[in-house]
């Protein structure tokens, strides 16, 4: 079934480094996509996404690319805030807004 | 906007108690909830798509009899875990949007409740 795969482990980074975190989807067609954070003690939170093919995300700084060449939806950030330490999950809708999640990222940017 | 409130937030309980969780939209009227389980250091999991006034919708391999689902409001979704045992406690969460699941309307999600059972 459809599915998304993030890299393992927590990233450690500075404030002010750049940030990517990895995130790849199986699916049959092409599903919306889109990245999700949790701040600590709060929900889930949507902060970008991307309906089709070659289409940019964008919020807060962070963008991701909808690439179906590579499968890929990479999440970037050309300078991380120590506020944007959290949890941030890929995720793919695989049909009535049915959502497939990663297994999350958790983000600490250390002042 | 678009608030979404989970209660309780946490719970414990001895084996064999049911235990209801209620998921209710503040703000706005939720046609559609979902509800989701997510283990230590894993990927949330879709349970169930819940649609008001009708039956929700179990993904495969969900027990239906296990994970009772009523949404009888427009603002209210609540799970029921039956006869719960250890290999249920996990992290319940909800989300909710407005209109009909393939209206794929933003989803706004719960801060989740913390199920342990004893």
Known sequence: ?111 | GAVVSQHPSRVICKSGTSVKIECRSLDFQATTMFWYRQFPKQSLMLMATSNEGSKATYEQGVEKDKFLINHASLTLSTLTVTSAHPEDSSFYICSAQQGRAYSNQPQHFGDGTRLSIL
């Open chain 1, 1 to 111: 079934g459809d599915s998304v795969t993030q890299m393992e482990g927590p990233v450690t980074l500075s404030e002010e480094a750049f940030l990517t975190i990895n995130c790849t989807y199986t699916a049959t067609g092409y599903p919306s996509l889109f990245w999700y954070v949790q701040y600590p003690g709060e929900g889930l939170q949507l902060l970008l996404k991307a309906t089709k093919a070659d289409d940019k995300g964008s919020n807060k700084g962070f963008e991701a690319t909808y690439r179906k060449e590579t499968t890929s939806f990479h999440l970037e950030k050309g300078s991380v805030q120590v506020s944007d330490s959290a949890v941030y999950f890929c995720a793919l809708n695989y049909g009535n807004n049915r959502l497939a999640f990663g297994k999350g990222n958790q983000v600490v940017v250390i002042p």
